[in-house]
C-alpha cells in the first residue's frame, strides 16, 4: 500500500508539471521540444569565429572569394592591336625649295629659322619661313638672290630706310626675274607701310614673298603690325610671332617705331 501511495504521488507530479510552455497556447507541439545547446561566442562578440586549428587558406586553385569587377566575357573587347588608329593629320606643302615638309605654325609659335634642309638658306641671312607663301630675312647677297629665283620666289618686298639706295637692288631683282616692292618704311610713315604690306601679302598670285630690310629692326615693327592687323593677333601672340623676325624696343629708332605702332592701333 506504502509503494502504490508513493508511485501514485510521483505521477501526479508529472501531470501536474506538464508543458511549462503555458503560453504557447497548447501543450507539446513543436514549441515544445527540445532545442540544441549554443554556446555564447568568444568576449560575447555575435559573429562566430572558426574554431582554433581550423585552415583558413584560400581554395585550392588560388581562386578568390571576392567576386570579379567588369566583364568577365572579353569576346565583345577587341585587344590593343584592333584598335583604330589614330585620324592622319595632313600639313600644308613646304616652301618651295625646301626638302621635306615644315609644320604649320599656330598664333602663338615664334617662326623658326630654317636649317639647310628646310629651304633656301645660300646667301640668305636670317632666312625664317613666316608662313605659308612668305619667309623673311635680312637682306640677300647676290647669291642669295640666285637661290629665291631657283626657289621659286616670285616677289621680293624691300623695307629700306630713309634716304637708302634701292637702285642696286632693284637691278639685281630685275635681272632675275623678281618682282621688287620697295618700301620706305619710316616711324612717321609706318601707317602707310603696313596697308601696303598687308595688300601684298594677301595677294597669292605674289606668293612666295620674302620680306628683308638691312638690321631687322623695320621688318620687326612691320611684321608685328600685320599679326595684329591682318591675322587679328593680341599683342602678346604678336610679340612672339614677331621677335625672330627683328622686333625690338631697344634704341631710339626702336622706340619711335614702338610710338608709332601703338598710335597706330589706337585709331583703329
Given at each position: 500500500m506504502y509503494r502504490l501511495t508513493l508511485a501514485a504521488l510521483a505521477l501526479g507530479m508529472v501531470v501536474a508539471a506538464g508543458c511549462k510552455h503555458h503560453k504557447c497556447g497548447h501543450?507539446?507541439?513543436?514549441c515544445c521540444e527540445p532545442r540544441p545547446y549554443l554556446p555564447s561566442a568568444p568576449g560575447g562578440s555575435p559573429y562566430l569565429l572558426p574554431p582554433a586549428g581550423v585552415p583558413t587558406t584560400p581554395a585550392p586553385g588560388g581562386a578568390s572569394v571576392v567576386p570579379p569587377v567588369g566583364p568577365t566575357d572579353l569576346r565583345n573587347y577587341p585587344p590593343p592591336g584592333d584598335l583604330k588608329p589614330a585620324p592622319e593629320v595632313l600639313l600644308p606643302d613646304?616652301?618651295?625649295?625646301?626638302?621635306r615638309s615644315a609644320s604649320p605654325l599656330s598664333?602663338?609659335?615664334?617662326?623658326?629659322a630654317a636649317k639647310s634642309s628646310d629651304g633656301p638658306t645660300t646667301g640668305l641671312p636670317g632666312y625664317v619661313r613666316v608662313k605659308e607663301g612668305a619667309a623673311a630675312g635680312r637682306r640677300p647677297t647676290l647669291d642669295g638672290f640666285d637661290t629665291l629665283k631657283r626657289a621659286g620666289f616670285r616677289t621680293v618686298v624691300y623695307l629700306y630706310a630713309s634716304g637708302a639706295d634701292t637702285?642696286?637692288?632693284k637691278d639685281v631683282t630685275e635681272k632675275r626675274g623678281l618682282s621688287l616692292i620697295a618700301l620706305e618704311t619710316t616711324p612717321e610713315k609706318l601707317a602707310e607701310v603696313i596697308e601696303q604690306f598687308n595688300?601684298?601679302?594677301?595677294?597669292r598670285a605674289r606668293h612666295p614673298i620674302y620680306v628683308f630690310d638691312d638690321d631687322g629692326l623695320r621688318a620687326g615693327a612691320v611684321w608685328y603690325l600685320h599679326f595684329r592687323t591682318a591675322e587679328a593677333m593680341n599683342d602678346d601672340a604678336a610679340r612672339v610671332r614677331a621677335r625672330p623676325l627683328g622686333l625690338t624696343e631697344a634704341?631710339?629708332?626702336a622706340k619711335a617705331?614702338?610710338?608709332?605702332?601703338?598710335?597706330?592701333l589706337e585709331t583703329r
Open positions: 501543450h507539446g507541439g513543436a613646304p616652301v618651295p625649295g625646301s626638302s598664333p602663338t609659335e615664334p617662326p623658326v637702285s642696286a637692288v595688300a601684298v601679302t594677301a595677294d634704341g631710339d629708332e617705331f614702338a610710338l608709332a605702332t601703338q598710335r597706330y
